[in-house]
């Protein structure tokens, strides 16, 4: 959206002062607020050198580095936040919290199966050369 990108612009130009982080977990606490104007309202909570800040925000390099970002997301599969990745591959849903325990329960079952499986090939092994012996 307009506005998530306003704050990732805001996000670059806060690293820009060594401020990455005091801005994401700001803008993070603030998400249900964020408007237009969120940006530099960040800047000012954070006090960050707003002219610089203003200046970094309009620049073509800032432009480039979000498009960049959000290229490298797509070129990933991340269709949209939030969105995690499960054995190297992305899962992205609007209900990503509520389907997430089932995808883990899911995954720990298949990796028990593969490690009980496992057990019984070397047991059926074990058996046949102690047949050979």
């Known amino acids: ?12 130009c806060a690293h820009r002062q060594d ?3 005091s801005y994401h977990d700001l803008a993070f606490d603030e998400q249900a607020r964020l408007d237009n104007e969120s940006a530099l309202e960040l800047a000012r909570a ?7 800040f203003k200046a970094c925000l309009g620049s073509a390099q800032t432009i480039r580095a979000v498009a960049a970002s959000r290229q490298v997301g797509k070129s990933l ?7 995690i990745f499960v054995n190297g ?4 849903t609007d209900a ?14 298949q990796r028990e199966s593969r490690a009980a499986l496992r057990k019984r090939l070397e ?7 102690s047949n050979n012996q």
């Not at 954070?46 to 610089?52: E, H, K, P, Q, S």
């Not at 047991?123 to 050369?129: K, L, S, T």
């Open 46 to 52: 954070l006090d960050l050198d707003l002219d610089a």
């Open 1 to 12: 959206s307009g506005i998530s990108t306003i704050v990732a612009y805001g996000g670059i």
């Open 77 to 83: 599969g991340v269709s949209l936040t939030p969105g």
């Open 89 to 92: 591959r992305p899962f992205m």
């Open 123 to 129: 047991a059926v092994e074990a058996n046949r050369q």
């Open 19 to 21: 401020h990455f982080w």
């Open 96 to 109: 990503l919290w509520d389907h997430l325990e089932t995808l883990i329960q899911i995954k720990k079952q």
